[in-house]
């Protein structure tokens, strides 16, 4: 057996679902890396991807899996890097399937492929139907018919198990972020997954790099306040994790971006309700001790994270058709261009009310006076100036059936000719809503299990 490494490298290939691809490939040809890891699930994402895959089961996974896959895989094989995802989303073993096939397809041979699956509960979703809704505060059964998905938040297990049976390429479902990251610090140093002092450390590893160039210097970026260079080409993070759990964050020197001190605690902070209780299903973060420091340009040691076990519970997120969204737009520009707009938005308003169109909530918008912040807030920051060169009408409507979302396009084009005057630039949507709430049940509900597929 193998002694194990002081340190491995760790580069974050995707931090959701529709990321780029390039900063992926740059850090695979000049990054060392041991690991590449894609983080390509959101709450609604996979809900959505259960719906796809309820209307065609060989569907249900990331849509750029093969795309992605097919730019990085011969040079993981040139590299020896090994991939880590959650792309497999609602099914993660068609997506094995498929890589398996594109790896043949590719030329490259004798590469193993682990899926790992436990994570949907839908199959037996019955059983929770008296469990209270974090979002609703309702019982679940208020949702029964329309529940179209159903995945609970597991751990890092099935990576290491797989990692242990000589995995190149492990595809996860609903995994918890950090866990992607988390499982081949524990396969690589042996760490003990009771010992919850490291797993809190390694959690923090993971939590760091998740999130792709959100820790180097892309959602940071603010003109004038914080400037990032060349953020047109951000390059996305590396992790260089150590035995004992610190973690070292940098990025490719070529690589656009920024790494310093305030984008880790950015993204320290990002998403954590409670820095003493960060929890996931490997363990509860401590993070209200780390230390954050600069040691090079671009290099970020952090520190002194701790942990204790976990709950016992996992995050259940149910998808659910909720709901249709019919939404409308149209610009007015030149002088009285808000008033017209104003005009425009009344006009719509009273034509629903009408045609007697029911409706769950109607919202109006004037885009770039106050659709961020609302009539309470936005004529506070427009400081008393009413003057505006040009400003865009939306109208929305939330509504059960799709007809009744179709109506507000109808009526916003029929303003071309009907009044007031000026009005274009009409863009129209209805899309159906997938929704989400979430239950907590008994980790002993879920059963994680490893399967493979060989080139």
């Not at 931090?15 to 850090?27: E, S």
């Not at 509960?121 to 209270?132: P, T």
């Amino acid at each position: 057996m193998n002694a194990a490494p002081n340190s491995i490298r760790i580069g974050t290939g995707a931090g959701y679902g529709g990321d780029r691809i390039d900063p992926a490939v740059q850090l695979l040809e000049k990054g060392n890396l041991d690991y590449i890891v894609f983080e390509c699930l959101a709450e609604r994402t996979i809900a959505i991807a259960q719906k796809e895959k309820l209307e065609n089961p060989s569907l249900g996974y990331n849509h750029m899996l093969l795309p992605r896959m097919e730019r990085i895989l011969p040079l993981c094989r040139k590299t020896g890097t090994k991939v880590i995802t959650n792309m497999g989303a609602a099914n993660p073993q068609s997506a094995a399937v498929a890589v398996k096939n594109l790896a043949r397809k590719l030329g490259i041979d004798n590469m193993k492929i682990a899926y790992v699956t436990g994570d949907s509960v839908f199959d037996r979703i019955d059983r929770y139907m008296d469990h209270e809704t974090l979002e609703l505060r309702e019982p679940l059964r208020c949702l029964k018919e329309q529940i179209v998905s159903a995945n609970a938040y597991i751990g890092s297990s099935g990576i290491v198990e797989a990692l242990r049976h000589g995995a190149d390429i492990v595809i996860c479902g609903r995994v918890s972020d950090p866990s992607l990251f988390l499982g081949p610090l524990i396969h690589e140093f042996g760490w003990s997954g009771e010992d919850y002092e490291i797993i809190g450390k390694g959690i923090l590893a993971g939590h760091l790099l998740e999130c792709g160039a959100q820790v180097t210097g892309g959602y940071f970026a603010d003109p004038g306040y914080k400037d990032v260079p060349d953020l047109w080409k951000v390059g996305f993070p590396i992790g260089e994790v150590f035995s004992d759990g610190t973690v070292i964050i940098g990025k490719l020197d070529d690589a656009g971006g920024i790494v310093n001190r305030s984008t880790c605690i950015e993204q320290i902070l990002y998403e954590i309700h409670d820095p003493h209780s960060y929890i996931t299903p490997d363990g509860i973060a401590d993070l209200s001790k780390v230390s954050v420091a600069e040691i090079g340009e671009n290099r970020v040691k952090v520190e002194n994270a701790s942990g204790r076990a976990p709950t016992g519970k996992l995050k259940v997120s149910i998808g659910y058709k909720d709901c249709f969204i019919g939404e409308s737009e149209i610009s007015y520009g030149g002088p009285g261009c808000l008033e017209r707009a104003k005009l425009a938005a009344e006009i719509v308003k009273r034509r629903l009310r009408f045609l007697a169109v029911s409706l769950d909530e109607l919202k109006i918008d004037f885009i770039g006076v106050n659709a961020l912040y609302g009539d309470d807030l936005s004529p506070k920051l427009l400081n008393g100036g009413e003057s505006f060169s040009e400003v865009r009408l939306r109208v929305a409507v939330r509504t059960k059936k799709r007809k009744q979302a179709e109506s507000v396009g109808e009526e916003v084009e029929s303003l071309y000719l009907n009044g007031p005057a000026g009005g274009g630039g009409i863009k129209v949507s209805v899309r159906e809503i997938i929704s989400v709430a979430s239950i907590f049940i008994s980790e002993s509900d879920v059963t994680v299990a490893v399967n493979y597929e060989n080139t």
